[in-house]
Each structure stands twice: as structure tokens, then as C-alpha cells.
């Protein structure tokens, strides 16, 4: 089975503060991907990254950064953090771009206060 | 750009009830299509695909078929159980696109 981890289930930072999301896949996927989930509004696709130090923005990358050293890991970076910012974020990978199955990762809560 | 809508929740079902939660899209192209769902405190699991017109997606009871002349994506399970309760999406992806459009989401609560 794939697993995809996050580094924490659940996450409290304050307002300016640098946060580090970290994704890990187990199957050699070629494309990772940074969503976040609100109610009312679904999942809305931050960035992506088709390959190692490769990255692609989606919908809604402003404050948001990534980055992808090794094929297996991609981590989500809000350089300050802020209130706006508190919501489900949820790691998901997959084998080819396209319309190939995208597996999820647990999902990590983040609370800005 | 490409769209999906599906029916509002909460829906409310007793145990054994039959289920419909409709999705509707519009997209350039030919998609495919998927349920994800999400159980309480959990990430989403993919629940089933169809990857062209007419093909039908089925996993634990569950189904939906890709309608392409009224472009929906209809999910169905004849009797639902209390474990079912969870948040269902549906969702599409086109040609070599990445990005999967989601619906909003409808939270289904099963009682007995």
C-alpha cells in the first residue's frame, strides 16, 4: 500500500513565525503535491513538484513556498505565518502527471494565533 | 476552467437507507473522475474512479457511473451503515494536468 506521512497531525504557531510542513512518500512517486482544505471551499491545490527541485505553482501559492530535495520528501514552507494562514493542510502524491489516482497523506491542522 | 459541483450536505440517512450524492463538472477535455472520501480526522482515501464515458467505479458497495452526455458523476450505495458517515468528495483531472479539481465536499451522517 502507498503511505504518505505528515509530520504532525496537529500544529500551533504564532503569527510570524516560520513554519516547516513535511510530507513523506514511501513509493517512489514522481509528483508530490501541497493542498489545503476549508470548509465550504474543498481542496485547493497550493503548489507541486513533478521532480526532485522541481516546483509548480497552483491556485493559491501567495505566502507559501516549497521545496523538494529528494524525490521521497516535500515540504511546505510558510515563511510568516499568519492568522489567514489556519486551516487542514493535506500532502498528496502520485506515480505520473495526469490523470493517474493521487494519494493522501493524513492531513496536518495548523493554527495560527 | 474546469468545475465540480455537488450537492450540498449535511445529508442525514438512517442505517440500510439508499444513498445518492450527486456531482456534476464542467471541463475542457475528457477527465476523469473520482470519490475521495474523508472519515473523521483523516486524511482522503480514494474510493473509486472512472477514467472514460460510460465506466463504472465500484468499491465497497459503493458506485458511479461517468455520464458523459449529462456530465455527472452520481455516487450510489444501495444500504448504507453508521460507518459510512464521513465527508465525500468528488473530483477530476484532465489530459496531462496535475491539478485535481475538487467539489466542495457533502458530509453524509448515517444513524441507526
Known amino acids: 500500500d502507498v503511505k504518505v506521512t505528515q509530520s504532525s497531525r496537529y500544529l500551533v504557531k504564532r503569527t510570524g513565525e516560520k513554519v516547516f510542513l513535511e510530507c513523506v512518500q514511501d513509493?517512489?512517486?514522481?509528483?508530490m503535491f501541497w493542498y489545503r482544505q476549508d470548509p465550504g471551499l474543498g481542496l485547493r491545490l497550493i503548489y507541486f513538484?513533478?521532480?526532485?527541485?522541481?516546483?509548480e505553482k497552483g491556485d493559491i501559492p501567495e505566502g507559501y513556498s516549497v521545496s523538494r530535495e529528494k524525490k521521497e520528501r516535500f515540504s511546505l514552507i510558510l515563511e510568516s505565518a499568519s492568522t489567514n494562514q489556519t486551516s487542514m493542510y493535506l500532502c498528496?502524491?502520485?506515480?505520473?502527471?495526469?490523470?493517474?489516482?493521487?494519494?493522501f497523506g493524513p492531513g496536518t491542522r495548523l493554527t495560527v494565533l | 476552467g474546469d468545475s465540480v459541483t455537488q450537492m450540498e450536505g449535511p445529508v442525514t440517512l438512517s442505517e440500510e437507507a439508499f444513498l445518492t450524492i450527486n456531482c456534476t463538472y464542467t471541463a475542457t477535455g475528457y477527465p476523469s473522475l473520482f470519490w475521495y472520501v474523508q472519515y473523521p480526522g483523516e486524511g482522503l482515501q480514494l474510493l473509486l474512479k472512472?477514467?472514460?464515458?460510460?465506466d463504472k467505479g465500484s468499491n465497497k458497495g459503493f458506485e458511479a457511473t461517468y455520464r458523459k452526455e449529462t456530465t455527472s458523476f452520481h455516487l450510489e450505495k444501495g444500504s448504507v451503515q453508521v460507518s459510512d458517515s464521513a465527508v465525500y468528495f468528488c473530483?477530476?483531472?484532465?489530459?496531462?494536468?496535475?491539478?485535481?479539481?475538487f467539489g466542495t465536499g457533502t458530509r453524509l451522517q448515517v444513524t441507526l
Open positions: 473530483a477530476l483531472i484532465t489530459g496531462t494536468a496535475s491539478k485535481l479539481t
Open positions: 472512472a477514467t472514460k464515458a460510460d
Open positions: 498528496a502524491s502520485s506515480w505520473v502527471r495526469g490523470t493517474d489516482t493521487q494519494y
Open positions: 513509493m517512489d512517486h514522481e509528483n
Open positions: 513538484s513533478y521532480d526532485v527541485k522541481m516546483k
